[in-house]
């Protein structure tokens, strides 16, 4: 897929997303059914897709679609818990060369993780995307998944 296909494909995904959740409260079905839109839009590239939620000082497993993943992740640990303790977002090529990566699966070879967050900032959880391709993460996935936490922000906040 080129850059060019991937951005329309992003386009239409954020797109689609808007509409699917419009007017939806409920936060566990919104992000069940985004979970399942944006794994299945890239199915060559994104091996698990989902989202981990805060609960005081760790991340619990929330929606997602793909193999069993781990279901309880510290703040600080792995590129999910960093990713809520810098409260920004990491693009992974390798995860086995990222320091303290937490291995749920030995098929994930790369990852992006993005935080969710509050208007008032705080971070209430991840989204957090694995591949079985290395480098299979680059700024054109951080810039839509960002905007596509900001679509999530705004509609569960309305």
């Given at each position: 897929?080129?850059?060019?296909?991937?951005?329309?494909?992003?386009?239409?995904?954020?797109?689609?997303?808007?509409?699917?959740?419009?007017?939806?409260?409920?936060?566990?079905?919104?992000?069940?059914?985004?979970?399942?839109?944006?794994?299945?839009a890239?199915?060559?590239?994104?091996?698990?897709?989902?989202?981990?939620?805060?609960?005081?000082?760790?991340?619990?497993?929330?929606?997602?679609?793909?193999?069993?993943?781990?279901?309880?992740?510290?703040?600080?640990?792995?590129?999910?818990?960093?990713?809520?303790?810098?409260?920004?977002?990491?693009i992974?090529?390798?995860?086995?060369?990222?320091p303290?990566?937490?291995?749920?699966?030995?098929?994930?070879?790369?990852?992006?993780?993005?935080?969710?967050?509050?208007?008032?900032?705080?971070?209430?959880?991840?989204?957090?995307?694995?591949?079985?391709?290395?480098?299979?993460?680059?700024?054109?996935?951080?810039?839509?998944?960002?905007?596509?936490?900001?679509?999530?922000?705004?509609?569960?906040?309305?």
């Amino acid at each position: 897929m080129t850059s060019s296909e991937k951005t329309q494909a992003y386009e239409t995904l954020c797109k689609q997303i808007a509409q699917l959740i419009l007017g939806e409260k409920n936060v566990t079905s919104v992000l069940a059914n985004v979970a399942s839109a944006l794994h299945f839009a890239f199915p060559e590239r994104f091996f698990w897709t989902g989202f981990y939620l805060v609960h005081g000082e760790e991340l619990q497993l929330g929606p997602f679609q793909g193999t069993v993943a781990c279901m309880h992740i510290g703040l600080g640990r792995g590129v999910c818990g960093t990713a809520w303790a810098e409260n920004r977002t990491l693009i992974v090529d390798d995860v086995e060369a990222f320091p303290g990566h937490i291995a749920c699966s030995s098929l994930s070879r790369s990852e992006i993780v993005v935080p969710l967050h509050q208007s008032n900032g705080n971070v209430w959880g991840v989204i957090d995307i694995d591949s079985k391709m290395l480098s299979a993460f680059d700024s054109v996935d951080a810039y839509y998944l960002e905007k596509l936490e900001n679509i999530l922000r705004k509609r569960l906040e309305e």
